[in-house]
Nanobody
Framework: QVQLVESGGGLVQPGESLRLSCVPSRNIVNMYPMGWYRQAPGKQREWVATITSDYTTNYDDSVKGRFTISRDNAKNTVYLQMNSLKPEDTAVYYC???????????WGQGTQVTVSS
């Protein structure tokens, strides 16, 4: 089994930035497409961004132009750079590997992002 460990969240004001990191417990970042998801209070978990093994990226329209997903295979780490944060970005953020369009492993604890003035 693979444990997914997310970090980098925090409390920021609107317009500020954060960079999230995801480090799986096994060396899988170079083996799968990797994705970021988020779950806001009272809502279902939703997809945010994906990066494939050839570094192709895709984003939900709500974050396009503000968020950037990247991967460092040597460090077995996936990042989510979040700029121009908005209150509606407040959520717990999770990463996962993808098998087709389906999250491959059990979800980690996630990292809380709160955007508030």
């Amino acid at each position: 089994q693979v444990q997914l460990v997310e970090s980098g969240g925090g409390l920021v004001q609107p317009g500020e930035s954060l960079r999230l990191s995801c480090v799986p417990s096994r060396n899988i970042v170079n083996m799968y497409p990797m994705g970021w998801y988020r779950q806001a209070p009272g809502k279902q978990r939703e997809w945010v961004a994906t990066i494939t093994s050839d570094y192709t990226t895709n984003y939900d329209d709500s974050v396009k132009g503000r968020f950037t997903i990247s991967r460092d295979n040597a460090k077995n780490t996936v990042y989510l750079q979040m700029n121009s944060l908005k209150p509606e970005d407040t959520a717990v953020y999770y990463c996962n590997a993808l098998w087709g369009a389906i999250p491959r492993f059990a979800w980690g604890q996630g990292t809380q992002v709160t955007v508030s003035s």
